[in-house]
């Protein structure tokens, strides 16, 4: 059964109109109704309750309307009637006699009343048809309020999907960091240009520029990576203001940046723009109190000429391809300048493709070799034979199945572009080892093995673990000092305090360190003397003119003064001639490396010339001693 009264603080915000002609009835309801706790208005006819029920207005609507169905001028139905028309919120209850049961069945069917009482009524009866009432009438209210909850949650729904379906198409649009265009816009604005056709298209170009920055890593692991953001901000910022406001300046992220001109001149204008590009990204930056400075390669690729119908997205994706293939061969050349495309970029990054699937299978399948280049001490009196071999270089080779044997000048530029070089160098090391092994089972077991890092490997944090187990797996002593790793000045100096760290590891467990291509980098003497180094290789570069050339004598007899002082072993690379053996010879070397003495030999015939070697020393001791006898 529903509770007939309501809650207090519901009561006392819903009000209730009662209508009759005769006050007895009036007072006798508002007797009645006001146990409930609802406030109870009374009117004499249907007239005054209409004026009461518009002065109280929509924002305080009386709750329920209940009215006897007989009284003169407006009878009981036809004010109900118009109370559902205008107040569709209140509820309506009509008192009626028997008599009057046909119009109330009536009035029920067609809405304009709740619910009816049969005169006379109890009071119980009365209590539980308004409880009723006023709950049915929360119930509404409740679900209407909800209802408009939905929609309201529905449109901020659609407001917020909206809003995300328009940052994901800023995000697959933008840049996030500069705000510029990212690849994608960039793209479809190429095809936009490429696509106009009529008068839009006469007689316009389109230039594509592609700009790599160049020292920003650098400055990213110094000064952190807020200060490389720093700095792409303000590079945004000059390439806009170098760029006419209909054109396109996008960001690729990192490092790349792409510009589009449009116009009757673009072509021509391309040039021009990225030379001062090149003047304006030279100039210094500032951060914190501090100059900055970064170079930049620029590639570009112009279009003077419509694409084909239907063709702008393809050839928009060719025109920026073209773009970044000439902005990498700018880097290749040194970087810090300009460099239009042209078909021979496409040919040469398809034929690197091409060689990186190639190597790709011969470190599968184990095409590399070794070719080792002997190291010797030379005897001038030629006591003995005349020269001493001490150690071997391992050079890497591919014995490609079709073309046979490549010189490393072709792929191993490759190898290092593509990361593949970590793979070829672990192989190099584990090959070397064994090497050593067999030749300690040949006897020669004083026959040392060098070998050239990569700055990957160097970098790898893994490089002495590596080598150790390398020389485990192979039973070379750590500590005999037979593995030699040479490393480039370059890669030294390019962070000195992690290169020292690595350094030590690998002297502390007892290998040999060189220096290869001294005299080519930036090493300083103080970074020498701290390095654990033992060995320095002078380059072949100094080594090519030393018979006829005092400014080459001059250096090689500084490193050789360099080398005595320091304790360091000192080894000629690239000697070819007997000429370049006596002039070095002659300024205190006497372990030289090159053609003059042997090219690089496969392992077999390596071994072949160390027992030739040794046979010819036996045969020269056998006889002096003859001789003395």
Request: with cysteine; hydrophobic share 40%.
């Amino acid at each position: 059964m529903t509770d007939p009264l309501s809650t207090t603080a519901q009561a006392a915000q819903e009000s209730i109109l009662c209508v009759d002609d005769e006050r007895p009835i009036l007072s006798a309801l508002r007797r009645l109704l006001r146990r409930t706790g609802h406030p109870v208005l009374l009117a004499g006819s249907g007239a005054e309750a209409l004026q009461i029920l518009a002065a109280r207005g929509d924002d305080d609507p009386v709750a329920l309307v209940i009215s006897d169905m007989r009284m003169p001028q407006m009878s009981g139905a036809e004010l109900l009637e118009q109370v559902a028309q205008r107040w569709p919120d209140s509820q309506r209850i009509l008192l009626t006699g028997q008599a009057d049961l046909d119009a109330t069945v009536a009035a029920i069917n067609e809405g304009r009343i709740c619910r009816y009482l049969n005169k006379p009524w109890g009071d119980r009866e009365l209590l539980e048809a308004v409880a009723a009432a006023l709950a049915e009438r929360r119930h509404k209210l409740r679900a209407r309020a909800d209802h408009r909850s939905l929609r309201e949650d529905k449109a901020r729904l659609e407001q917020s999907l909206r809003e995300q379906a328009c940052e994901l198409l800023h995000t697959r649009s933008y840049q996030p960091l500069t705000r510029l265009p990212n690849r994608n816009l960039l793209l479809t604005r190429i095809g936009a240009a490429l696509a106009a056709d009529g008068d839009d298209r006469r007689g316009q170009q389109l230039a594509v520029l592609c700009v790599g920055l160049e020292g920003l890593q650098r400055i990213s692991e110094s000064l952190g990576y807020e200060a490389g953001d720093a700095l792409l901000l303000l590079v945004a910022e000059r390439l806009q203001s170098l760029m006419p406001g209909a054109d396109t300046v996008a960001h690729f992220g990192g490092e790349q940046f792409g510009l589009l001109l449009c116009g009757t001149q673009a072509a021509e204008e391309a040039g021009p723009l990225g030379d001062r590009l090149l003047q304006q990204l030279g100039m210094p930056y500032v951060y914190q109190g501090q100059e900055l400075y970064l170079g930049a390669s620029i590639g570009i690729e112009v279009q003077r000429s419509a694409a084909p119908a239907g063709s702008g997205g393809a050839e928009a994706d060719l025109i920026l391809r073209n773009a970044e293939a000439a902005q990498r061969q700018a880097r290749a050349e040194g970087g810090n300048r300009c460099c239009r495309f042209d078909v021979q970029m496409n040919l040469r990054t398809a034929r690197k493709l091409a060689m990186e699937v190639e190597l790709r299978r011969a470190l599968a399948e184990g095409e590399l070799c070794l070719h080792y280049q002997p190291r010797v001490r030379w005897l001038p009196d030629g006591d003995g034979g005349g020269i001493r071999t001490l150690a071997a270089e391992a050079l890497l080779r591919w014995q490609h199945p079709e073309d046979g044997l490549i010189p490393p000048g072709q792929f191993v530029p490759v190898l290092e572009e593509t990361g593949l070089i970590e793979r070829a160098g672990d192989w190099l090391i584990g090959e070397a080892c064994a090497t050593l092994g067999r030749l300690r089972a040949a006897g020669f077991g004083d026959i040392g093995v060098a070998v050239n890092l990569s700055a990957r490997q160097f970098d790898s944090g893994r490089l002495a673990d590596l080598i150790q187990s390398h020389c485990t797996a192979h039973g070379v002593a750590t500590d005999a000092g037979l593995l030699e790793l040479e490393i480039t000045e370059n890669l030294l100096m390019r962070d000195v305090g992690r290169a020292d760290q690595t350094l030590r590891g690998l002297a502390d467990a007892g290998f040999v360190i060189a220096i290869d291509d001294f005299g080519t980098g930036y090493s300083s003497l103080g970074y020498l003397a701290r390095f654990p180094v033992s060995c320095l290789k002078i380059d072949r570069s100094f080594v090519i003119d030393i018979d006829h050339s005092s400014t080459a004598q001059a250096i090689v007899r500084a490193v050789t003064s360099l080398a005595q002082a320091l304790g360091l072993q000192l080894i000629c690379e690239g000697v070819e001639t007997a000429a370049q053996r006596d002039a070095l010879f002659a300024l205190g070397c006497d372990e030289f490396q090159g053609f003059l003495f042997s090219r690089p030999l496969a392992e077999g015939d390596f071994l072949a010339w160390l027992v030739a070697e040794r046979d010819h020393l036996a045969d020269a001791g056998r006889h002096r001693q003859a001789r003395r006898a």
